[in-house]
């Protein structure tokens, strides 16, 4: 079974339109780590959670993780072409070292 | 710094051949991790490696699949045969893992097509 669910699995919006993705574990989790994905590239790390109810901001990309720290979702404001991509969550639970888990991951496509 | 390099980036083979595929990790990082990704399974971890030795190679599917470390700087994944389910993309990513929170620095995959 996926370790993380994300939500929607695919988004296609208009130049300009605010979207969000979710990223969902049944587990606590000690951190969250958002990247993005081109096609034909490797995974580009975007931003980290660690702390209940942090939330960071990249440019248009804000990323929050709940309170209890198994939920975490990512806002693209005014979103543009150049946000287009496969956008996965990674979740360290803090039993291993090093290693993260991964949902499938969630396609957008943003046409002008 | 380069980043992770991955070689070769595309690869079609016929069943039954053997494939290897090539990563060099980032200079310094003590963590190297081998991750499949598949439409329906999305990003799954294969085999990890700290400072050369296999820690969890549990993700491995079969014996068909075996990865080496001989030395900090480089390391392979082998499929042998290659079966059509085995084409996907393949990605080497490494880290420098001090305490939970270090992130994985990922190279650019290797398209596998297993015909």
Same mark, same amino acid.
């Given at each position: 079974?996926?370790?993380? @669910?994300?939500?929607?699995?695919?988004?296609?919006? #208009?130049?300009?339109?605010?979207?969000?993705?979710?990223?969902?574990?049944?587990?606590?989790?000690?951190?969250?780590?958002?990247?993005?994905?081109? /096609? &034909?590239?490797?995974? $580009?790390?975007?931003?980290?959670? #660690?702390?209940?109810?942090?939330?960071?901001?990249?440019?248009? $990309?804000? !990323?929050?993780?709940? @309170?209890?720290?198994?939920?975490?979702?990512?806002? $693209?404001? !005014?979103?543009? +072409?150049?946000? !287009? =991509?496969?956008?996965?969550? =990674? !979740?360290?639970? =803090?039993?291993?070292?090093?290693?993260? /888990?991964? &949902?499938?991951?969630?396609?957008?496509?943003?046409? +002008? | 710094?380069?980043?992770? %390099?991955?070689?070769?980036?595309?690869?079609?083979?016929?069943?039954?051949?053997?494939?290897?595929?090539?990563?060099?990790?980032?200079?310094?990082?003590?963590?190297?991790?081998?991750?499949?990704?598949?439409?329906?399974?999305?990003?799954?971890?294969? %085999?990890?490696?700290?400072?050369?030795?296999?820690?969890?190679?549990?993700?491995?599917?079969?014996?068909?699949?075996?990865?080496?470390?001989?030395?900090?700087?480089?390391?392979?994944?082998? %499929?042998?045969?290659?079966?059509?389910?085995?084409?996907?993309?393949?990605?080497?990513?490494?880290?420098?893992?001090?305490?939970?929170?270090?992130?994985?620095?990922?190279?650019?995959?290797?398209?596998?097509?297993?015909?």
């Amino acid at each position: 079974s996926q370790e993380l @669910e994300q939500s929607p699995q695919s988004l296609i919006v #208009q130049e300009g339109k605010n979207l969000t993705i979710n990223c969902t574990s049944s587990k606590t989790l000690y951190g969250l780590y958002w990247y993005k994905q081109k /096609y &034909g590239e490797g995974l $580009i790390f975007l931003m980290m959670l #660690q702390k209940g109810g942090e939330e960071k901001s990249h440019e248009k $990309i804000t !990323a929050k993780l709940d @309170e209890k720290k198994q939920q975490s979702s990512l806002h $693209i404001t !005014a979103s543009q +072409p150049s946000h !287009a =991509g496969i956008y996965l969550c =990674g !979740a360290d639970r =803090g039993s291993t070292l090093g290693r993260l /888990y991964f &949902g499938r991951g969630t396609q957008l496509t943003v046409w +002008p | 710094d380069a980043g992770v %390099i991955q070689s070769p980036r595309h690869e079609v083979t016929e069943m039954g051949q053997e494939v290897t595929l090539r990563c060099k990790p980032i200079s310094g990082h003590d963590y190297l991790f081998w991750y499949r990704q598949t439409m329906m399974r999305g990003l799954e971890l294969l %085999i990890y490696f700290n400072n050369n030795v296999p820690i969890d190679d549990s993700g491995m599917p079969e014996d068909r699949f075996s990865a080496k470390m001989p030395n900090a700087s480089f390391s392979t994944l082998k %499929i042998q045969p290659s079966e059509p389910r085995d084409s996907a993309v393949y990605f080497c990513a490494s880290s420098l893992v001090r305490d939970f929170g270090e992130k994985l620095f990922f190279g650019s995959g290797t398209q596998l097509s297993v015909l």
